[in-house]
């Protein structure tokens, strides 16, 4: 069940750190229609994106210890950024065709 909140988190976490910029922005089709965020707006979500992947360490860390819990933050990590990823990209050809 933990794996599963770490996977959230990360997720998240990749999420606001790809919505911060603007090509990613415009790449979501209910994004797209409102005006990009400022440049305070930006810094908040890449930080807060980044507070978020810390978080996900630290419950890692804290369920299966230093030795396992970076290797399953590793794994749940590739795992969040091959999903955003792929959902960023598939809602970008989307809009395109």
């Not at 990360?10 to 919505?19: K, P």
């Not at 890449?46 to 230093?66: D, E, K, M, R």
């Amino acid at each position: 069940m933990t794996i599963f909140a770490v996977l959230i988190i990360s997720c998240l976490g990749f999420s606001c750190m790809a919505f911060a910029k603007p090509k990613h922005w415009k790449a979501i089709p209910f994004l797209s229609r409102l005006r990009h965020p400022g440049k305070r707006v930006q810094e908040l979500m890449q930080y807060s994106g980044a507070i978020l992947l810390i978080l996900a360490v630290y419950t890692c860390q804290l369920n299966w210890g230093w030795a396992l819990g970076l290797c399953f933050y590793v794994g749940v990590l590739s795992i969040a950024l091959f999903f955003v990823s792929l959902l960023i990209s598939y809602f970008e050809n989307t809009i395109k065709n």
